[in-house]
T-cell receptor, first 118, second 115 residues
Framework: AQKVTQAQTEISVVEKEDVTLDCVYE???????LFWYKQPPSGELVFLIR??????QNEISGRYSWNFQKSTSSFNFTITASQVVDSAVYFC???????????????FGTGTRLTIIP | DAMVIQNPRYQVTQFGKPVTLSCSQT?????MYWYQQKSSQAPKLLFH???????NEADTPDNFQSRRPNTSFCFLDIRSPGLGDAAMYLC??????????????FGPGTRLTVL
């Protein structure tokens, strides 16, 4: 069975501070995919990143960066120089291998509510 | 722009009164999903369609049904809504293409209130 744990329920930081959101996963699949989604108050899930299990390179996109470590089964997300617009709930998610349809179902963590204080 | 559309964005129904939520897509994706997301919880998959093939999650209550009359549209029917069915309902689509990962694209959701 797949499981995603986001231990941080809520985080508040002052604007311009850096913040890291933690994600730990469990899976028996040898090939899998990890995701981060942002859910602003409007409700829509916004895709941020996908990482497959064979690619452990860290990725940076503007103020966002992701640290994938298979050894600790973690896929952490860092926002540098946070802004008020970053306030949202952030979900980490996991899916299985393709092309076996059905394994692409997403298993979500419980989310971390991030509040950026002006 | 190609997208996933959900109507209405907000739906109010009465306890026990059937309600239908709709989802449409202009992406021409062959897979459509329905998720239920209760307050402060993660989205939970209810069922999905692979083309016309319906796939129900084992723990999805019988009170929830779905229809997909064509590629573009998918409906979620709640036959007798209870107070515990109040939630955000998210529709998503993906394109099943061999040899590549098939990302899910989400609609804005319909927030259901049960009175």
């Amino acid at each position: 069975a797949q499981k995603v744990t986001q231990a941080q329920t809520e985080i508040s930081v002052v604007e311009k501070e850096d913040v890291t959101l933690d994600c730990v996963y469990e899976t028996r699949d040898t090939t899998y995919y990890l995701f981060w989604y942002k859910q602003p108050p409007s409700g829509e899930l916004v895709f941020l990143i996908r990482r497959n299990s064979f690619d452990e390179q860290n990725e940076i996109s503007g103020r966002y960066s992701w640290n994938f470590q298979k050894s600790t089964s973690s896929f952490n997300f860092t926002i540098t120089a946070s802004q008020v617009v970053d306030s949202a709930v952030y979900f980490c998610a996991l899916s299985g291998d393709f092309p076996n349809f059905g394994n692409e179902k997403l298993t979500f963590g419980t989310g971390t509510r991030l509040t950026i204080i002006p | 722009d190609a997208m996933v559309i959900q109507n209405p964005r907000y739906q109010v129904t009465q306890f026990g009164k059937p309600v239908t939520l709709s989802c449409s897509q202009t992406l021409n994706h062959n897979v459509m999903y329905w998720y239920q997301q209760k307050s402060s919880q993660a989205p939970k998959l209810l069922f999905h369609y692979y083309d016309k093939d319906f796939n129900n999650e084992a723990d999805t209550p019988d009170n929830f049904q779905s229809r997909r009359p064509n590629t573009s549209f998918c409906f979620l029917d709640i036959r007798s809504p209870g107070l515990g069915d109040a939630a955000m309902y998210l529709c998503a689509t993906s394109r099943d293409q061999a040899g590549s990962y098939n990302e899910q694209f989400f609609g804005p959701g319909t927030r259901l209130t049960v009175l």
